[in-house]
Nanobody, 123 residues
């Protein structure tokens, strides 16, 4: 059974940083596309970062380029999202997912998703 479990969300002030982590079981992240998506209240689900394989450079949604970085930890079978320079519009529930796509995202029947971790950017 595949499980993705996110952690690391919380309340941060504008301009601050957070590091989200996604622990995987039942799936080898080195051999799978993996990414992060988010959904803000009243807005569509959007993919913000996608990593195809370890040999490919990750892709990012334009609004997070240069401030967010996705990475794999093969030894721990985790994927992380380092976020710096956070803005209030980044407040959302963030999901780790194998539905790897940058842009408006629809959950696929075959994709795996975590339960999400909430990020709130506010002073």
């Amino acid at each position: 059974q595949v499980q993705l479990v996110e952690s690391g969300g919380g309340l941060v002030q504008p301009g601050g940083s957070l590091r989200l982590s996604c622990a995987a079981s039942g799936i080898d992240l080195d051999n799978h596309m993996i990414g992060w998506a988010r959904q803000a209240p009243g807005k569509q689900l959007e993919g913000i970062s996608c990593m195809l394989t370890t040999d490919h450079s990750p892709d990012y949604e334009d609004s997070v380029k240069g401030r967010f970085a996705i990475s794999r930890d093969s030894g721990k079978n985790t994927v992380e999202l380092q976020m710096i320079g956070l803005k209030p519009e980044a407040s959302a529930v963030y999901y780790c997912t194998t539905d790897c796509f940058v842009g408006v995202l629809i959950r696929s029947k075959r994709g795996y998703w975590g339960q999400g971790t909430r990020v709130t950017v506010s002073s």
